[in-house]
């Protein structure tokens, strides 16, 4: 397989939570070089430092200055978590001679994809020490329960589609009464007592790889959306190096699935801040700052539905998006996509320049689209967007598929994106070099 395929692969299966998609997304960071910032503490930045700081362990900001104080910022954002069952604060109630886990849904799922699945456990727990307390990460190597569905001769509607009852049906089998309970595993796994165990963040997650599907160039994977987006934005954020006046940043923001209104999320002030810590530390004034946001862009990278075929009628007949065919540049006339004719314009042209294919997406005019990161981003930090992604089938379901073609084409779009120079000459006049 293709090493970046292969990069891929991997990325996706490690970022079995929000949590995990950070630690493994900082790993390779450092492994570049990074150094890691404290928010808790004060930055002593270097003009050429490499750096990056998480904000509750599933959102992560990483920075890399150029020789000179930025004059202009090329940044990307994507989104760690993705639609999954959350297990609640309490312990599960025992039917049947079975413990079950109490878990809620998170984000739009497409329940019945949950079904019949062989589920693992993964997350961050909090631990208590010596010293107060400490977060450490989890995630079982195995299937530690399981949503079985009915049988439909005892439920012939659900098998023509009736809706499920997610209190009731979609609580997942832990193990027989008497048997360790989730609590005693949990200790297990992290070598400590229950005792010791203050709280948890846990999510379900499918144990099914990554896969290639035969020669057909698609593949099948959990969290596609959006990791995939995330593995090209962080790609090729560090492909390269900045120009002489020209900053890189990059994103990685959770709870988008939920509304990103979270102290961690894109319409936080995370990302302001710091911007507005950078520019305080290379001493540059406000107005300077303002004036290097407005020279740049931000490219809110989240994938995009592509024509199916078992269901053509709902795409958009006048912009048809095929899967194999290139990144897409999202556009809505409500604005749940940032791209405007100018940002468009100029993303287009950096992507044209570096033989990237692109494809425009819209939705059908009767359908409405999910809002992304960059309208969000919007109500904190003023700076010309651009919506891109890439194409799949199935969205928000258990296993969803794409186009590894698309994948690659996503991360030379990046790739070309961060390594681009434009000059911002007056308001909607660009001069690219």
């Not at 150094?35 to 900001?61: F, M």
């Not at 450490?136 to 299937?143: D, M, P, W, Y």
């Not at 958009?316 to 006339?333: F, H, I, M, R, T």
Request: charged letters at 20%; proline letters at 6%.
């Amino acid at each position: 397989m293709d090493a970046k395929l292969q990069d891929l692969f991997e990325y996706l299966n490690e970022g079995v939570s929000p949590f995990h998609a950070v630690a493994g997304t900082a790993r390779r960071l450092e492994e570049a070089g990074f150094e890691k910032l404290e928010e808790g503490r004060l930055w002593a930045l270097q003009p050429g430092g490499r750096y990056y700081l998480t904000r509750n362990g599933s959102s992560l900001i990483a920075f890399w200055l150029p020789a000179q104080a930025p004059a202009s910022w090329r940044m990307s954002a994507a989104h760690s978590d993705s639609p999954t069952f959350r297990v609640k604060k309490t312990q599960g109630r025992s039917l049947a001679g079975w413990q079950r886990l109490a878990v809620e849904s998170y984000g739009g799922l497409a329940l019945p994809s949950w079904l019949d699945r062989p589920l693992g456990l993964a997350g961050r727990v909090l631990v208590r020490t010596p010293r107060g307390l400490e977060p450490r990460l989890v995630r079982s190597e195995g299937a530690v329960c399981v949503i079985p569905s009915l049988c439909v001769h005892f439920d012939e509607a659900r098998g023509k589609g009736r809706a499920l009852a997610p209190a009731s049906e979609l609580q997942p089998v832990w193990a027989a009464e008497g048997a360790p309970t989730p609590a005693d595993w949990l200790a297990g796994q992290l070598g400590v007592e229950k005792e010791e165990i203050l709280d948890a963040d846990l999510t379900l997650f499918p144990l099914q790889p990554a896969t290639l599907l035969g020669e057909s160039g698609l593949f099948l994977s959990p969290r596609i959306d959006d990791l995939e987006s995330a593995w090209a934005c962080l790609r090729g954020f560090l492909a390269g190096a900045p120009g002489t006046y020209t900053g890189r940043l990059f994103c990685l923001f959770d709870n988008e699935e939920v509304g990103s209104s979270t102290r961690q999320g894109a319409e936080s002030a995370f990302l302001a801040q710091v911007l507005e810590r950078i520019g305080e530390a290379l001493g540059r004034s406000r107005q300077q700052s303002a004036a290097a946001l407005a020279a740049s862009l931000l490219l809110s990278a989240d994938n995009g539905h592509a024509a199916h075929p078992n269901h053509p009628d709902k795409a958009d007949p006048e912009n048809p998006v095929v899967l194999g065919k290139g990144l897409l540049l999202k556009y809505s006339a409500n604005q749940r996509y940032t791209t405007s004719g100018l940002t468009g314009a100029l993303a287009g042209e950096i992507f044209r320049r570096a033989g990237v294919p692109v494809q425009r997406f819209t939705n059908r005019a009767d359908l409405s689209g999910g809002s992304t990161l960059g309208n969000l981003l919007g109500h904190t930090v003023s700076l010309p967007m651009a919506d891109v992604g890439a194409p799949q089938w199935a969205m928000h379901s258990c296993v969803e598929t794409a186009h590894t073609g698309d994948a690659l084409a996503l991360y030379q779009g990046l790739e070309a994106f961060y390594a681009s120079e434009f000059l911002l000459e007056g308001d909607g006049s660009y001069q690219l070099k």
